[in-house]
């Protein structure tokens, strides 16, 4: 009888030690993003999966290691990843490593949703080689009251993208003079693009972004680049204050209805349908919109040779200007020229079952070396200083152009909300709703309900 | 009371409950538990991200004042919109196009059997019963302005195109829901008629009754309860039904937004759980009294049948 238990005894510890072993030799690791292979980021997919990860697995198989990573494809909208995580989070669930927008850090962090790296990993995370690289501007873009959540994949701007091909059509440009074009006041823009609707009928001239259906997208290529023409930003950084009303709202309020309501430059219609970004990449692929207002991931990413909406000849008949204020030297900060730079990265998931590795992988991936792999794929401004933007002059010249001039969101908690808000508003005046009176009256409305009156500026 | 006995003769009272212990503690969690915890919820600013998640507070009744703030409520994406939006969907889908048209049906088909009232039941309970993700996609390629089969079919018929989702987006959800939802209103009348006695119906031809004096005088007053169980009943599914959100998302600019998928807005998208909470305590409120409708007409007929 007493033999029989030892026997016992001794199968069931080698079970365990057999499954204790097996256990710490095989890791996985899964990372996820807004991105899908053949669709939207498609060359994020082809870095991780074909590049970054064999190599890491390789590495951590050579510190005898066993780590398997695996990407989660996310093929919805930013917003509908956000509201995924967001849930996640909460449950204690999600992939070890995110594909994450800066702007949404605050809310996440002061719902306790997120943690910085360094608490999530220990201090261990400073000894990295790549932090030395990295400015403080960059790492802000992950960033919170000077804490890193993340590492950014690099940081944006946005210009007027234009097709060179109709522009030569209608006679703006000479055909084949290599003539660039730069409006220099949104009267000009709109000259431009009033020309365009008389001379070309069936081209939608002029495509900013407005409306709820664009999300983000439209708070950072519509809202922010015309509100910023009038000499004004959204949130006062010295005052800690939104602009709820101010003469620089119902102006660019009135540069929307210029173009969607009294003149008809821009299709209202293509803003506010569902799908409405997709739809809009699609006409300008296919010479439909004429110019669009959009960051530089719309050349890098979505017009790129290859991808979903890719333009095969993109280099030949695509080009970009900067986008000018109301009046030469009416922008913000006196700008003749405005833009604003936002950015995304990766984050690690606080619940993460194996953050050394997790960490060990981003750093890994944000290493010199595989950074340049990705440059190869996508080049762009890169977080790391020692990663230049190669094989694409275009892309240098609007990151030498416009980094000097940009501006960024105020990381709040209240942000989202307020730039919801903002989206509203727009939608309310193209889609004939609302004046812009009314819709800037229900907009401060909005805002006083959000982050209370002492935090508004209202200028009548 | 004699009753009573008669039933604790068979099983003890104690026995009874312990058998429906289970039941009831399913119920409790499943459904009384968070119906009264989304009650407690909606009286505070509870949310998934920013700062009140990890600090909610007690708001009182400030959720619902600010769900019937009637200064600015029939604005596009307030309260009073998607009440309105879903009145009119309500009206136009269940009361007016569904059960109508499931009569109708019904009628055309009583006392007849073939093949066209095999396919036509087909066909209609098949639009029922299919999964939604596929029907909603199906009616987005349908609908379309610029590929779309219906527009298709209308520009070769050179009758021009209709932008649906654009410009009558709550006329479009209103049709899909009449085609999605006509089979059950179809197949309770199908059935009503089949029990009324076959004598009535003989009865009514050899006194000479023209086919309208049928309907009014033996069809109609004999179906009437289960015109009322249907109403009722499409009223409350209708009521609830998000299938439309995978079509129009409730747009363009909330113009086809109804109050469930402004509650999914407002809970999951702004992630605002106390307001969401607080809608969808006014959403029990109104399935409540329809629900309550629709028990009490079924007493009533219970008490005459």
Redesign the interface.
């Given at each position: 009888m007493r033999k029989c238990f030892k026997l016992l005894f001794v199968i069931g510890l080698s079970f365990a030690l057999l499954g204790i072993a097996t256990f710490a030799e095989s890791i996985k690791l899964t990372v996820t993003s807004r991105a899908v292979r053949g669709g939207v980021n498609t060359l994020l997919v082809q870095w991780l999966e074909d590049v970054v990860f064999p190599a890491f697995e390789n590495w951590m198989k050579e510190q005898g290691k066993d780590v398997v990573v695996e990407f989660i494809e996310f093929g919805g909208t930013d917003e509908a990843l956000k509201e995924q995580y967001a849930l996640d989070l909460k449950v204690g669930r999600g992939a070890d490593i995110l594909g994450f927008d800066g702007f949404w850090i605050p809310e996440f962090d002061a719902a306790g949703l997120v943690k910085p790296l360094d608490e999530i990993v220990g201090p261990s995370i400073w000894e990295w080689e790549g932090w030395k690289h990295i400015p403080p501007s960059m790492r802000e873009i992950l960033g919170y009251q000077g804490k890193v959540y993340g590492l950014p994949l690099g940081t944006d701007v946005r210009v007027i993208f234009y097709r060179r091909d109709i522009f030569e059509k209608a006679g703006i440009i000479p055909a084949g003079s290599g003539l660039r074009w730069q409006p220099r006041s949104w009267e000009e823009l709109l000259d431009t693009a009033r020309y365009l609707k008389e001379s070309l009928p069936g081209v939608i001239p002029l495509q900013i972004n407005a409306g709820t259906q664009m999300g983000e997208a439209t708070t950072m290529q519509g809202w922010f680049m015309v509100l910023l023409g009038t000499g004004i930003h959204m949130y006062d950084f010295y005052s800690g204050k939104w602009y709820a009303k101010h003469p620089g709202i119902l102006e660019a309020l009135n540069f929307y209805k210029t173009v969607y309501i009294d003149e008809k430059l821009g299709d209202a219609r293509t803003q506010l349908i569902p799908g409405a970004r997709a739809r809009t990449f699609e006409l300008f692929r296919d010479g439909k919109i004429a110019m669009l207002v959009e960051g530089d991931w719309f050349w890098r990413s979505v017009l790129a040779p290859g991808s979903e909406w890719g333009l095969p000849n993109r280099n030949e008949v695509v080009d970009w200007a900067m986008m000018p204020a109301e009046e030469p030297g009416a922008g913000y900060r006196g700008q003749n020229f405005v833009t604003i730079s936002g950015g995304t990265g990766f984050i690690l998931n606080p619940n993460t079952k194996h953050p050394a590795e997790a960490w060990a992988l981003m750093g890994f991936a944000f290493s010199r070396e595989m950074q340049l792999e990705f440059q190869k794929l996508q080049p762009r401004i890169r977080a790391r200083d020692d990663v230049p933007v190669i094989g694409d002059p275009v892309m240098s010249e609007m990151a030498k152009a416009l980094l000097r001039l940009t501006t960024v969101r105020p990381m709040l908690p209240g942000y989202p909300k307020i730039s919801y808000e903002a989206q509203l508003m727009t939608e309310r005046v193209v889609a004939g709703l609302m004046t812009p009176e009314e819709a800037m009256e229900a907009y401060a409305e909005a805002l006083k309900e959000i982050v209370g009156e002492e935090s508004l500026i209202i200028v009548e | 009371m004699g009753k009573n006995k008669e039933i604790q003769q068979i099983l003890p009272r104690a026995t009874g409950f312990f058998f429906l212990a289970p039941a009831f503690f399913f119920i409790g969690l499943f459904l009384l538990f968070p119906f009264i915890w989304v009650f407690i919820i909606s009286f505070t600013n509870v949310?998934?991200?920013?700062?009140t998640?990890?600090n909610p507070a007690f708001v009182g009744l400030e959720n619902y004042v600010?769900l019937f703030d009637f200064s600015?409520w029939m604005?596009?994406?307030e309260f009073g919109n998607a009440l309105r939006n879903t009145l009119y969907f309500v009206l136009g889908s269940a009361v007016l196009g569904q059960a109508p048209l499931g009569l109708a049906i019904a009628l055309a088909f009583h006392r007849r059997r073939g093949p066209l009232r095999e396919l036509v039941f087909s066909l209609a309970t098949m639009a029922w019963i299919l999964p939604d993700v596929a029907v909603a996609f199906a009616w987005i390629a349908f609908l379309d302005y610029d590929f779309g089969t219906l527009n298709t079919v209308l520009i070769n018929l050179g009758l021009g195109k209709i932008?649906w989702?654009?410009q009558h987006p709550l006329v479009a959800i209103t049709i899909f829901n009449v085609w999605r939802g006509t089979a059950f209103s179809m197949l309770l009348f199908s059935a009503a008629l089949g029990s009324i006695p076959p004598s009535f119906w003989e009865t009514a031809e050899v006194a000479g009754a023209s086919s309208w004096q049928r309907f009014k005088d033996v069809i109609l007053p004999l179906i009437l309860p289960h015109i009322l169980t249907d109403l009722i009943l499409i009223t409350l599914w209708t009521f609830n039904t998000f299938t439309p959100y995978l079509i129009?998302?409730g747009?363009?600019?909330f113009r086809s937004e109804t109050v469930s998928m402004y509650t999914y807005r407002v809970a999951?998208?702004?992630?605002e759980f106390g307001r969401g909470a607080a809608v969808a305590v006014v959403m029990m409120a109104i399935n409540f009294v329809l629900a309550t409708g629709y028990l009490l007409s079924l007493r009533r007929r219970r008490a005459y049948g």
């Open positions: - | 949310a998934l991200t920013g700062p998640a990890l600010r600015r604005r596009s994406g932008d989702y654009f129009t998302g747009g363009p600019f999951f998208k702004f992630l």
